[in-house]
């Protein structure tokens, strides 16, 4: 089976939606050349290890690390798994445990879950929410892992303080080395709180490469340690990777599915005022792939400066929905209030289960037209439903479809939105790689707390 995934773009095209809308042949032919020329920028810089991201499924040592040491764990039969992380360090693992995962997967009983332990992705700091964890996962029987790539954000630092107390209370110091495993800064690359607590207790410590920040960071230790410890298919992520690098390594834009969404992006939102980009799969295991998504684009190219140091305030507002959930939420919105947004569309051309509507209730007569189809055909029927609905109200749309949803192409669509991100920032003349709208708050945090600002 073709496992690649694929992608249209014809109805974000002026030829679908009009010109006031879509992009037109003119633009396309406009664009070509300097996303070809940027592209050499990107290259050269990667060539020159600017960017560890693209790179990171070729890092076999520290991958054959990370599943040898996952099976060391997982021969302590832990009940739990949890990640303490936030932002970059969380919503890779939750993108592809939701992908990857059967659905209420910490429902299942161990045997259902393949021997593997439930997992908890802890992304905030909220009591509630933690201190049920905390009691939910008991640590003899949990395996933490705590992930910050700074080693110092206070709501992870805090997270991973709670965990400390609990272990070392119930299970005795000794044990931290059994229970939790670091993933953080590398030692010759800068600080990271993380290094004395992994020195104090002599835990398991992996690096994210320096050149790797948080949010380009789920092919790293980052999200495979996790993907490693829940079981998932990582030698097929590499090789889902490995084909999109491929794709996307061409220069020219019209072989290279990231670098035509992200001129699109561009273009719609610089030219035809489309200042959103909604992520819409049809597919529940997508879901957090969008949230994944939206971190990316919005930290990623929301910038006050451009790179000469003028003030630009960039950036294209990502928006999460869900198909075909949010049809009767957020689609009346779409269809008939500003013309602003560009959405991209994803489907999956087969599901792994197919579930058929019975044949019942035959007194309702206006049931005829799904009673005996399956769930499946009615989920195309409304993907095709929206795509033609938003082309009559001249709405612009990439469609992008998975053969089916598996590791293989989960990857290559994480992949390919990394690299559409990176091209992106360079049209739009943006550090794609930092962010410093992130840190006046913290250290407006850190000062309420009493520490220094
Ligand atoms: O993408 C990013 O760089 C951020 O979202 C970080 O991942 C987030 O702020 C957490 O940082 P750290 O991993 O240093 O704790």
Known sequence: MDLNIRMDISRAKSSAVGAEHGITPTELKDIAPRVTELHQTLAGERAEGKYGFYDLYKQTGVLEDVKATAAQFLEGGYDNLVILGIGGSALGTRALATALLPPYYNMLNTRARGGYPKVFIMDNIDPITFRQMMKVCQPKKTLYNVISKSG???ET????????DAIEKKVGPE?????????????????SLLHPVADKYGLKEFAVPANVGGRFSVFSPVGMFPAAMLGMDIDGMLEGCAAMDERCSKPDMEENPAYLRAALHYVLDTEKGKTMSVFMPYADGLSHVADWYCQLWAESLGKQYDLGGDEVNAGQTPIKALGATDQHSQIQLYREGPNNKLFSLIDVRKFAK????????????????????????????????????????????????????????????????????????????????????????????????????
């Open 152 to 154: 110092k954000t206070a």
């Open 157 to 164: 630092m805090a997270q991973m303080m709670v965990v400390t």
């Open 175 to 191: 044990a931290m080395k059994d229970h939790v495993v670091v993933t953080t800064n590398p030692r010759d690359a800068g600080e």
């Open 354 to 453: 197919s579930l058929r509507i019975p044949d019942v209730l035959p007194e309702l007569t206006d049931l005829g037209y799904i009673r005996s189809k399956t769930m499946n055909k009615l989920m195309a029927a409304e993907f095709k439903g929206t795509m033609d609905a938003l082309k009559t109200s001249q709405r612009p749309v990439i469609r992008v479809q998975l053969p089916q949803i598996n590791a293989h192409t989960v990857a290559q669509l994480l992949y390919m939105l990394q690299v559409e991100t990176a091209m992106a920032g360079r049209l739009y003349n943006v550090n794609a790689f930092d962010q410093p709208g992130v840190e006046e708050g913290k250290k407006i945090a850190r000062s309420i707390m009493g520490g220094d600002a």
